[in-house]
């Protein structure tokens, strides 16, 4: 029996068993993938916005934390799969044949990008579809790309690109660009960028690599193939929490739903990090919910012992 199961060991379900070891509780972490860190190793940019912490990047960012998991005490089980969790009964069991039994369970299981569902889109995955611009831009230098969303991150990345592309399409299925001013500004002065907004992106066109995108501009009208190497899709993320979506309350998308001290509707069934927080998806939000939450359970276990 743990007191604490956590789900993901990102940087909410790190923060969350850091905080769970120093108040002295049973803690128990399971990853999924063969590597802790979640979506820091999809962040090639610098990392300036932690106080007190710069990184070059999500690597860099990670062996920080990394040090701090080294010297803790708690059970963390990567490549560990799960196979159904009882949130009510608070029992996890994995491929393995494990079943875990916790008094509380932490869900920090974060969030994945959205994907577009055209054909090509999996096939040209490293053959021309881009996952960062920051990180693959050379390569894609001097050749004409595409670039598919509205928001923050496709209007950083169709910048990026910019500067090494010469021509780079951004297309959005909206009216307007959602991004913030600071990129909708920096966008009108770069001539070699194309905005097709009510436009959707049908299929992506190639043979051994990317060759062409095609592009629906309004409906019933006929699509058209545009000529480009490169396609680089940001158009949010989803919510990991498919597993628990029938046995807890969440929003219209998934993320679940918290009280302020990130208990979920299932009595000591908590929730940190991304996976219920659409608004402000960020490294010190993570950690700050995951300190919230060991906090609430270390003060309710010692209540009721
Ligand atoms: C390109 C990019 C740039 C970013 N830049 C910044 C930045 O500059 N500053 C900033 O503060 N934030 C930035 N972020 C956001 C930041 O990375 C996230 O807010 C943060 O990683 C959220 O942490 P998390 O632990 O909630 O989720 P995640 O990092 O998504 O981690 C979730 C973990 O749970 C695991 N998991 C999922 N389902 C299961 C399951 N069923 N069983 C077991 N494990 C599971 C996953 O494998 C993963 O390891 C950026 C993100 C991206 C993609």
Request: charged share 25%.
């Amino acid at each position: 029996m743990h007191d604490v199961i956590i789900i993901g060991a990102g940087p909410a379900g790190l923060a969350t068993a850091f905080w769970c070891d120093e108040l002295g509780l049973d803690t128990l972490v399971l990853e999924q993938a063969e590597q802790i860190g979640g979506q820091l190793h999809r962040i090639y940019n610098p990392i300036e916005n932690y106080l007190g912490v710069k990184a070059r990047n999500g690597e860099e960012f990670l062996e920080l934390f990394a040090k701090d998991v080294e010297t803790a005490e708690f059970d963390l089980w990567t490549q560990a799969v799960i196979t159904s969790v009882d949130l009510k009964a608070k029992r996890v069991s994995l491929a393995s044949g494990e079943s875990l039994q916790s008094i509380s369970i932490v869900i920090a299981s974060g969030v994945s990008p959205r994907e577009l569902g055209v054909p090509g889109e999996k096939e040209f995955v490293g053959k021309g579809v881009i996952e960062s611009g920051a990180r693959d831009r050379q390569l894609f230098a001097g050749h004409d790309v595409c670039v598919v969303g509205g928001g923050d991150a496709a209007v950083e990345n169709a910048l990026l690109l910019a500067e090494v592309c010469p021509t780079v399409t951004l297309v959005h299925r909206g009216k307007k660009l959602r991004a913030r001013r600071e990129f909708t500004e920096r966008l009108q002065a770069v001539h070699c960028i194309t905005v097709f907004t009510e436009s959707v992106l049908t299929r992506i066109i190639g043979d051994e690599t990317v060759q062409a995108v095609e592009i629906q501009r309004k409906a019933g009208i006929k699509p058209f193939q545009l000529a480009v190497r490169g396609v680089l899709i940001r158009i949010g993320v989803e919510p990991n929490s498919q597993f628990f979506r029938e046995q807890l309350e969440t929003d219209e998308k998934g993320f679940i739903k918290v009280s302020s001290t990130q208990e979920t509707s299932v009595p000591m069934v908590f929730a940190a990090g991304d996976v219920s927080n659409p608004l402000a998806p960020t490294i010190s939000s993570a950690a700050g919910a995951g300190a919230t939450a060991a906090k609430v359970i270390a003060a309710r276990l010692s209540a009721g012992r």
